[in-house]
């Protein structure tokens, strides 16, 4: 639970009005969570995709539920104690609070039409947002942020994956972290890039972004909170970061109650969880775990039946990350993959990304050619060759091999076929995402077939599945 006391804040800012009434200002109380339970985890989202042309953020594929408990699209928030709130605090703004947070996650995107659409699939007994027709998405926008939500609706969501809306104090400590300006990025709201009105794809403006990661906080939906962190009257609750059109500073929130139509039209939400579990695995046995589906001239990504991942490049001088949407700093990550066995004659690098961001990545790989492992720095400058090797075992397109990563601070440990490789040293990239690495040079064809992915996030060894499993 989240403790209150009075703190200094930045200077307020001017009111912005927003769907709701007004607040009634009362006394500051503790914030404390609602209904805390452990995470059974929506799966994959997001994938980035790189192809020779550069960066593109592929389609997000939606919550998968029920699942395991899984770090996938969430962030967490470390344990501290965050400002929140101004000093001088105006009509629709929070009074300045310490938050004394333990460790949480949030979800890394507001919850999307398309993720709506399968839990009205999954809950015959759930009732659409206002303004659908039927209950299925608006087709031309199946990323954009859900609109139209009561905050029972956005309650019960969360509750059917295990998860929570996030209290206030919650919402605000993702959203400002150790920043002291009225948005995540800064004082100035142009620097937020945001659009003067309508709504876009979840996480398509990269310039929203807490220091956390968390993105679209301000502006894109209004976003629903649990327990707010100063009351309000009764039968309401607090909205938080306002729409594109009018966009909310950090410390600003409208309550409203679920009759006021103009405010559920506008409102969207979040899930939080109080944990996530620091190890994720997939055997591709369901191919509802999350990965990313596509077929076009460029690129297949695909499920095979019975327990297979395939991913397809069909250019040549090309590549491509498909990640997970798991975001660390000590990472251990391991996968089991094969050349396909059709793929074009030509130099072809598969294997695992890590530590990747907007800027580039490592890769630890197989060069076809070569017969060699090799570690990759993938900048906007070009790819290096930090570290290679002739592995002492090497199944190629005739069998699959395993590939592992143990990164912890600027020490990178790798391991083929369970046996140790070499260690780099190397602090380009201190935290990013996990998923796949495939590149074609002088092939035009290329395709990789993944067995098996693990990826575990606190700094320990990945645990025996064959333990696990008795």
């Known amino acids: 639970a989240a403790a209150a006391a009075p703190a200094p804040a930045p200077a307020a800012a001017p009111a912005t009005n927003g769907p709701g009434a007004s607040l009634r200002r009362m ?34 594929e939606p919550h998968a539920e029920p699942g395991p408990v899984d770090p996938r699209r969430m962030i967490t928030i470390p344990a501290a104690r965050y400002a929140i709130g101004i000093a001088e605090p105006a009509t629709d703004e929070l009074t300045a609070l310490l938050a004394n947070q333990a460790s949480f996650a949030i979800d890394r995107y507001e919850v999307r ?15 659409p947002p206002n303004g659908w027709i039927g209950r299925a998405a608006p087709n031309d926008h199946p990323d954009f942020p859900v609109v139209g939500v009561t905050h029972e609706q956005a309650e019960r969501y969360c509750d059917a994956i295990d998860k929570r809306l996030p209290t206030e104090a919650d919402w605000e400590s993702a959203a400002r972290g150790r920043a002291t300006g009225r948005y995540p990025w800064g004082n100035d709201l142009a620097d937020g890039d945001l659009p003067n009105r309508g709504a876009y794809a979840v996480g398509s403006v990269a310039a929203n972004r807490s220091e956390f990661g968390v993105q679209d906080q301000i502006g894109n939906a209004w976003e629903w909170v649990g327990t707010p962190a100063e009351p309000v009257g009764a039968d309401q609750h607090v909205l938080r970061g306002g ?31 109080d944990a996530v579990s620091p190890e994720f695995r997939d055997d591709f046995t369901d191919p509802g775990s999350g990965w990313p589906l596509r077929d076009d001239a460029a690129l297949s990504l695909a499920y095979l039946p019975p327990s297979t991942y395939d991913l397809i490049l069909r250019r040549e001088n090309a590549k491509t990350r498909v990640l997970a949407g798991i975001e660390s ?55 290096k060759v930090l570290a290679h ?82």
């Open 27 to 60: 006394l500051p109380i503790a914030a404390a969570r609602r209904h805390a339970k452990p995470l059974i985890a929506s799966l994959l989202a997001g994938a980035m995709v790189i192809a020779a042309g550069g960066y593109a953020l592929d389609r997000l």
């Open 113 to 127: 039409n398309v993720d709506y659409e399968r839990y009205l699939v999954r809950h015959p007994d759930a009732s």
């Open 243 to 273: 729409s594109n059109r009018s966009p909310l500073a950090l410390s600003q929130r409208v309550a409203a109650g679920t009759g006021d139509l103009t405010a559920v039209g506008q409102a969207g939400f979040r899930c939080a969880a």
């Open 329 to 383: 700093t000590d990472v251990t990550v391991e996968t089991t993959i094969q050349l396909g066995a059709d793929s074009s004659e030509g130099t072809i690098r598969y294997g695992i990304a890590f530590r990747a961001t907007g800027r580039g990545s490592y890769a630890f790989v197989i060069d076809s050619v070569a017969n060699q492992w090799q570690l990759l720095l993938l900048t906007g400058e070009g790819g």
């Open 389 to 470: 090797g002739v592995p002492s075992m090497l199944g190629g397109r005739v069998a699959p091999d395993v590939l592992r990563v143990e990164a912890r601070g600027a020490r990178i440990d790798l391991f083929f076929n369970d046996e140790f490789v070499d260690r780099v040293v190397d602090d380009t990239f201190d935290r990013g995402d996990v998923g796949f690495y495939l590149q074609t040079k002088d092939a035009d064809d290329a395709e990789v077939l993944v067995e098996a992915f693990a990826v575990r996030t606190d700094g320990a060894a990945l645990s025996d599945p064959k333990a696990a499993n008795g």
